[in-house]
T-cell receptor
Framework: GDSVTQMEGPVTLSEEAFLTINCTYTATGYPSLFWYVQYPGEGLQLLLK?????DKGSNKGFEATYRKETTSFHLEKGSVQVSDSAVYFC???????????FGKGTHLIIQP | GAGVSQSPSNKVTEKGKDVELRCDPI?????LYWYRQSLGQGLEFLIY????????KSGLPSDRFSAERTGGSVSTLTIQRTQQEDSAVYLC?????????????FGPGTRLLVL
C-alpha cells in the first residue's frame, strides 16, 4: 500500500537557519502530495501542495518540489522564524485511495 | 467563511460507555473524512463519505466503530463499548469533491480519553 516516510525529529534550529525536512513516498501511479502543519494547540492546516511531477508548491516562504524520479517532496525554507515551530506532516493522496496517507510528523523547534 | 467544526472538543468517558462525535463540514463540501491521531499510530484514515454514502468501511478499527452522514452535511462517528485504546484525537476533514487532487480542510478535533 501507499506510505510516506519523513524524519521525526525533534529538529532544533536557530532563527534564520535554512530548513530542510525530507519526505519520500511509495505509491501506485502519480499521487498528489501535501505538507500540513500543526501549530501548538491548533488543528492541521494545509501548508502547500503539488498535484503532478515537477510542480512546486509554495506558501509562507516554504517550498517543496514534486520529484517523481526520487519519489520525494522535501520541504525547505531559507530562513526560519520562531513562529515556524510546529509539527509538519507530509501526506499523499493516491488515485483510487480513500483518504490521505500521512508520515509520522516532524517536530520542528526554532530557538531565538 | 466558517471552517470545519467538531464537537465536543474534549470527551472523557468510562470504559464500556458509548460516545458520539460530531463533525460539521464546510458548507458545500461533498466529501467528508474521519481520521484518528494517536501517539502510537500517528494519523490514520478511518472512513470517508461522498455525499451520504460511505463506500468503504474497512478503515474502521473494529466493529465497535460506526459512522453516518445525513443530508450531505453533518456526520457522526460513534464508538460503542469504548476501550482505553480508543483514546486519541479524532479529526474530521472535508473537501469540495472526492478527488485525489482536492485539498482536505481539517477541523480542530475531538480529544477522547477513555478511563
Amino acid at each position: 500500500g501507499d506510505s510516506v516516510t519523513q524524519m521525526e525529529g525533534p529538529v532544533t534550529l536557530s532563527e534564520e537557519a535554512f530548513l530542510t525536512i525530507n519526505c519520500t513516498y511509495t505509491a501506485t501511479g502519480y499521487p498528489s502530495l501535501f505538507w500540513y502543519v500543526q501549530y501548538p494547540g491548533e488543528g492541521l492546516q494545509l501548508l502547500l501542495k503539488a498535484t503532478k511531477a515537477d510542480d512546486k508548491g509554495s506558501n509562507k516562504g516554504f517550498e517543496a518540489t514534486y520529484r517523481k524520479e526520487t519519489t520525494s517532496f522535501h520541504l525547505e525554507k531559507g530562513s526560519v522564524q520562531v513562529s515556524d515551530s510546529a509539527v509538519y506532516f507530509c501526506a499523499l493522496s493516491g488515485r483510487g485511495a480513500d483518504g490521505l496517507t500521512f508520515g509520522k510528523g516532524t517536530h520542528l523547534i526554532i530557538q531565538p | 467563511g466558517a471552517g470545519v467544526s467538531q464537537s465536543p472538543s474534549n470527551k472523557v468517558t468510562e470504559k464500556g460507555k458509548d460516545v458520539e462525535l460530531r463533525c460539521d463540514p464546510i458548507s458545500g463540501h461533498t466529501a467528508l473524512y474521519w481520521y484518528r491521531q494517536s501517539l502510537g499510530q500517528g494519523l490514520e484514515f478511518l472512513i470517508y463519505f461522498q455525499g451520504n454514502s460511505a463506500p468503504d468501511k474497512s478503515g474502521l478499527p473494529s466493529d465497535r466503530f460506526s459512522a453516518e452522514r445525513t443530508g450531505g452535511s453533518v456526520s457522526t462517528l460513534t464508538i460503542q463499548r469504548t476501550q482505553q485504546e480508543d483514546s486519541a484525537v479524532y479529526l474530521c476533514a472535508s473537501s469540495l469533491g472526492f478527488d485525489w487532487k482536492e485539498t482536505q480542510y481539517f477541523g480542530p478535533g475531538t480529544r477522547l480519553l477513555v478511563l
